[in-house]
Nanobody, 121 residues
Framework: QVHLVESGGGLVQAGGSLRLSCAAS????????MGWYRQAPGKRRELVAS???????NYADSVKGRFTISRDNAKNTVYLQMNSLKPEDTAVYYC???????????????WGQGTLVTVSS
């Protein structure tokens, strides 16, 4: 079983910064892509940013230039540095990890419990 533990959410004023962290633990043979999603009240969960094991990144248009995703492969940890935060960034942020538990197995997905980010105007 794989667990993802997130930290770093909170309340911040518009224009401020926050850094989210997500550490994966458990029976992991290899960690593939890791990413961050968010869900605002009344809205669908959306991809914020993702990063492959090789370090290739992908961002939602709404956060390009403001958010930076990174990872520490040795620690199976992914980070999201969020700068120039806007009230519309307010949401619960979820960490996602795609991994395999044995060589040759199909990849599985795990989700964190979510961390709330609130940006006040």
């Amino acid at each position: 079983q794989v667990h993802l533990v997130e930290s770093g959410g909170g309340l911040v004023q518009a224009g401020g910064s926050l850094r989210l962290s997500c550490a994966a633990s458990g029976s992991i043979f290899s960690m593939n892509a890791m990413g961050w999603y968010r869900q605002a009240p009344g809205k669908r969960r959306e991809l914020v940013a993702s990063i492959t094991s090789a370090g290739n990144t992908n961002y939602a248009d709404s956060v390009k230039g403001r958010f930076t995703i990174s990872r520490d492969n040795a620690k199976n940890t992914v980070y999201l540095q969020m700068n120039s935060l806007k009230p519309e960034d307010t949401a619960v942020y979820y960490c996602n990890a795609r991994f395999t538990v044995l060589a040759g197995n199909l990849p599985l997905d795990a989700w964190g419990q979510g961390t709330l980010v609130t940006v006040s105007s």
